[in-house]
């Protein structure tokens, strides 16, 4: 059985620029979480989608968007790249209509993102 | 708002027992994890413990929780060179809610 999986692992991009990270859950589980992880630091969680809605949001601009799709999988959109927006970017699937236990949260290995 | 606090570093020997410690600020949350990311992986989940327990104990992991003091502490005993890697401390926001992570503790385990 699949855990997460998310594309590309690695990624180089220009300031400026846009970039979408993909993201397929575990088997299952309908909802989907993206986390950032700056170097040196623990994640930060971006947004949250649920029914292929945006259910809850981190203190990120608008730059970032996301998007879930019918099968659960997600995508994960930034828009005029920066160089701070350089990290791991991570994605993490849960199943909501279980009691909110931590065994429900999946990680996956992420995106690495450097913006140059 | 929440804040979840870690020491940065710990180091110590092969067969010691490692205890690395976290502070949060969120009376409210319901469970308190530690997740283990060695380098260049994901998250993997280690243990949790549920707002309401002391203690809880799983193989070689023993997790404390000081709630009056806000305070989890995540014991590895018999510590090998495979532990090394960064263990992170996390609160959850709300019953469907997002996971609010320390900055990580680096465990360094010398043979």
């Known amino acids: 059985d699949a855990g997460v999986t998310q594309s590309p692992t690695h990624l180089i991009k220009t300031r400026g620029q846009q970039v979408t990270l993909r993201c397929s859950p575990k088997?299952?589980?309908?909802?989907v979480s993206w986390y950032q992880q700056a170097l040196g630091q623990g994640p930060q969680f971006i947004f949250q989608?649920?029914?292929?809605?945006?259910?809850q949001r981190g203190n990120f601009p608008d730059r970032f968007s996301g998007h879930q799709f019918p099968n659960y999988s997600s995508e994960l959109n930034v828009n005029a790249l920066l160089l701070g927006d350089s990290a791991l970017y991570l994605c993490a699937s849960s199943l909501t209509l279980t009691d909110p236990q931590a065994m429900s949260y999946t990680f996956g290995s992420g995106t690495r993102l450097t913006v140059v | 708002g929440e804040d979840v606090e870690q020491s940065l570093f710990l180091s110590v020997r092969e067969g010691d027992s490692s205890v690395i410690n976290c502070t949060y600020t969120?009376?409210?949350?319901?469970?308190l994890y530690w997740y283990k990311q060695e380098p260049g992986a994901g998250l993997q989940l280690l243990t949790y413990i549920f707002s309401n327990m002391d203690m809880k104990q799983d193989q070689r992991l023993t997790v404390l929780l000081n709630k009056k003091d806000k305070h989890l502490s995540l014991r590895i005993a018999d510590t090998q060179t495979g532990d090394s890697a960064i263990y992170f401390c996390?609160?959850?926001?709300?019953?469907?809610?997002?996971?609010?992570f320390g900055k990580g503790t680096k465990l360094s385990v010398k043979p």
């Open positions: 969120d009376s409210s949350s319901t469970y």
């Open positions: 088997s299952g589980h309908d909802t």
């Open positions: 989608y649920y029914e292929e809605e945006e259910r």
């Open positions: 996390a609160e959850k926001e709300g019953s469907q809610g997002n996971l609010i």
